[in-house]
T-cell receptor, first 116, second 114 residues
Framework: AQKVTQAQTEISVVEKEDVTLDCVYETRDTTYYLFWYKQPPSGELVFLIRRNSFDEQNEISGRYSWNFQKSTSSFNFTITASQVVDSAVYFCALSEARTSGSRLTFGEGTQLTVNP | DGGITQSPKYLFRKEGQNVTLSCEQNLNHDAMYWYRQDPGQGLRLIYYSQIVNDFQKGDIAEGYSVSREKKESFPLTVTSAQKNPTAFYLC?????????????FGQGTRLTVV
């Protein structure tokens, strides 16, 4: 069965610090997809990134970067020079290709608080 | 603007009542989903639908029912059989069920049993 673990329940940083959110996953599939979503206080989930299991290239988008390592089954998310607006709950999620596509299994989320 | 609309934003239910949560999308997406979120927990899948008039149980379907009579609409009914319905409910849609595309979420409905 697929599983996603986000061991950090809460993280608190001061503005401009870098912060890394950890995500470890379990799957028996060789083809799978990993996602990160942001949930601001308003409640809706905002899509950040999607990565398939065959693409281990790290990605950078502005202040955000993602480190995908199949060897350790991890897909960590780093925010550089954090800002107060980054405060939110961040979810890592996994979708297995063999189990009807877009069904997502979510981790428990990491509450990030960026203090001024 | 394209998106997903959930209503109401807040809903109060008395013990023994059925309530229906609305979810409408104008993204022309085939697949739609209902998730439940409890404090400090991730999202758990209740039901999903790939096409009109078809839907499948997710991981926690007991006490819930859905319908998919139109592509745009996927309402969720929380029945009296659901023993602990107080939670935050999120509706989502994606282009289809097999491409592993990203899902788009509504703003959620917070249901409280009084």
């Amino acid at each position: 069965a697929q599983k996603v673990t986000q061991a950090q329940t809460e993280i608190s940083v001061v503005e401009k610090e870098d912060v890394t959110l950890d995500c470890v996953y379990e799957t028996r599939d060789t083809t799978y997809y990993l996602f990160w979503y942001k949930q601001p206080p308003s409640g809706e989930l905002v899509f950040l990134i999607r990565r398939n299991s065959f693409d281990e290239q790290n990605e950078i988008s502005g202040r955000y970067s993602w480190n995908f390592q199949k060897s350790t089954s991890s897909f960590n998310f780093t925010i550089t020079a954090s800002q107060v607006v980054d405060s939110a709950v961040y979810f890592c999620a996994l979708s297995e290709a063999r189990t009807s596509g877009s069904r997502l299994t979510f981790g428990e989320g990491t509450q990030l608080t960026v203090n001024p | 603007d394209g998106g997903i609309t959930q209503s109401p934003k807040y809903l109060f239910r008395k013990e023994g009542q059925n309530v229906t949560l609305s979810c409408e999308q104008n993204l022309n997406h085939d697949a739609m989903y209902w998730y439940r979120q409890d404090p400090g927990q991730g999202l758990r899948l209740i039901y999903y639908s790939q096409i009109v008039n078809d839907f499948q149980k997710g991981d926690i379907a007991e006490g819930y029912s859905v319908s998919r009579e139109k592509k745009e609409s996927f309402p969720l009914t929380v029945t009296s059989a659901q023993k602990n319905p107080t939670a935050f409910y999120l509706c989502a849609s994606s282009r289809d069920l097999y491409m592993n595309t990203e899902a788009f979420f509504g703003q959620g409905t917070r249901l409280t049993v009084v």
